[in-house]
């Protein structure tokens, strides 16, 4: 029985050096024999019991596993970014030409009080361009915004003295979002809000 025992034992012991170069015995001296069993300085293993080995591993790495998780990871975070990144592109995009439209309109009336002219802002729907007309028949650049927004609104006439014609100008996008620039008739004075 005692026989028996040991030689399973000692296959053990054989399987494990031939699978595992990296296998240490627990607890003993490289040159320590023990009865039958092979020993350190031999490349083999050596029990501290029957049954108890501790492995050690001179290769360290990642499981396949763990790197298509982190893969997985990565790549989900990037489709985050890259479709808020769109979507901040286009809000910004819109604020950016409400803005510019707010401050043509305004730049119109100081023009319209330094050179002691009519100056009539020009608002083209269909086109989705927008300009200065100076009294001389002279206009200013065109300004055109992106196919996907609207633009709505009159043409608006700043007179000398400050004063306008009045009105309001709307330009939105595709989601709904809109501002809108309004004229004072009285003082001419321009201002935009969100609505």
Not at 23 to 43: F, I, R
Not at 63 to 69: R, W
Not at 75 to 95: C, D, P, T
Not at 140 to 147: A, D, F, L, V
Request: proline content about 3%; aromatic content about 8%; overall charge positive.
């Amino acid at each position: 029985m005692a026989l028996t025992a040991l030689l399973a034992v000692k296959v053990k012991t054989k399987t494990l050096t031939a699978g595992n170069r990296g296998v240490t015995p627990l607890g003993n001296d490289p040159g320590e024999t023990c009865g039958d069993y092979l020993t350190k300085a031999d490349g083999g293993i050596k029990p501290l019991s029957k049954h108890t080995f501790e492995v050690r591993s001179s290769q360290t790495g990642f499981t396949l596993l763990e790197l298509l998780l982190v893969l997985f990871i990565m790549g989900l975070a990037a489709a985050v970014v890259m479709s808020s990144g769109s979507r901040m592109q286009e809000k910004s995009l819109f604020n950016s030409e409400a803005r510019k439209l707010y401050l043509t309109v305004k730049h119109a009336r100081e023009i319209s009080i330094i050179e002691r002219m009519n100056i009539v802002f020009k608002v083209d729907q269909e086109a989705k361009k927008y300009w200065i007309v100076y009294e001389d028949d002279k206009t200013s650049e065109t300004h055109s915004i992106p196919q996907k927004f609207t633009i709505e609104g009159e043409d608006i006439i700043f007179f000398p003295k400050g004063n306008s014609s009045g009105g309001r100008i709307e330009i939105g996008n595709e989601k709904g979002q809109k501002y809108e620039v309004t004229v004072d008739q009285v003082f001419g004075t321009s201002s935009i809000k969100r609505l």
